[in-house]
């Protein structure tokens, strides 16, 4: 009796975590884009890829695109914190842009990447609704880039 519980046979049980094991690993499922990961490579000021080959677009700020100032600046910082680190991936309201990129706030132990960056000048805070969670708090930290006259704020 014990041997057929649930109505599955141990055949039957090994297909359905087979299935569970599969799921967990597909694109865009359970615990491969949430939580934990390896930063394998930083794309720009505020695109990463994470291992498994997923495309990780920071919420809340832009940073400046390859032809404009502060482009390198804005890679190198990004660099520095992320590249080759466990992060930490926080979650918003949506799960992906139009690009397939998976939208997330992340995290090195206690900093917010996405605000460091606005913090240092190499990012702008903006807004990108429904996706708001953090957004008090890059905007102050971008008021505080502005004040302090950092990065593209420095007016040079």
């Not at 690993?25 to 890829?49: F, H, N, S, Y």
């Amino acid at each position: 009796m014990t041997r057929r519980r649930f109505g599955l046979c141990n055949r039957g049980r090994l297909a359905v975590a087979l299935a569970l094991v599969l799921a967990l690993l597909a694109p865009g499922c359970g615990k491969v884009t949430e939580g934990a990961a390896l930063v394998t490579r930083v794309i720009d000021g505020d695109t990463i890829e994470i291992e498994g080959g997923y495309r990780v677009r920071y919420i809340g700020i832009d940073a400046p695109e390859k032809a404009e100032p502060y482009y390198w600046e804005a890679l190198q910082a990004n660099r520095d914190l992320v590249e080759g680190k466990k992060v930490w991936l926080e979650k918003d309201v949506e799960d992906r842009d139009r690009y397939g990129r998976l939208l997330r706030y992340v995290w090195v132990d206690n900093t917010m990447v996405n605000a460091e960056l606005v913090r240092l000048g190499y990012a702008y805070s903006y807004s990108y609704p429904p996706n708001l969670k953090h957004q008090t708090y890059l905007l102050q930290m971008e008021r505080e880039a502005r004040e302090h006259k950092r990065g593209l704020w420095s007016g040079g």
